[in-house]
């Protein structure tokens, strides 16, 4: 397993509880949608992160979300710009196809820091032809809304009103037929993929067209 050491470069804060963490690059080699292992290099401790930034950076970007009782993401949350960190990988099968490069429609379902790799997916291919719908409780968690074109994403809020959908990305996709043909890619709570799974195959959508990342 490849294990290399990056430094700090930038710390950004988007809400009180996530933040995106940008390291040097340093020769590291991805396909957009792949995670890797953050470590302390001190303690080996780590955690999964899918890649926030795309192939084509100079930097290596993951955001994160500050959990309540998460020691890991605690001592992230406090990294000062400058520190190392080890990053093993990378790892994971959560990769578009060639079809869908080449453009074929293509559904996007994240929910909070879910929407990672579809930041990675998008800065990476900008003519890919995709919906993306972002579930989030409120409209300041819409993480990485500038990445997507305006017309191709919807953020969907559970506990306010927002100018997109006020509701679930399950709610929506009730009240929105999803077509058979459609590739559809899923990333969040294994709560969501699964509500959003059955309601794609109701919908007729192919099990090989409905490719899933589970975030803890």
Known sequence: MNKSLHKLIEFQELTPETFVLHFDRAGFQFTP???????????????????????????????????????FSRYLRHLKVGSDIQIEGPRGFFVLDEQVISGHPTLFIATGTGISPFRSFVRSYPSLNYRLLHGVHFSDEAYARDAFKPYRYCLCTSREESEDYFGRVTFYLKENPVEKDTICYLCGNSNMIEEVTDLLEKYGVSAENIRSEVFF
């Open 33 to 71: 949608g792949q995670y890797v292992v953050l470590r302390n290099p001190e303690s080996g401790e780590g955690r999964e992160y899918s890649i926030y930034s795309s192939d084509k950076e100079d930097r290596l970007s993951f955001l994160i979300r500050k959990v309540e009782d998460g020691e």
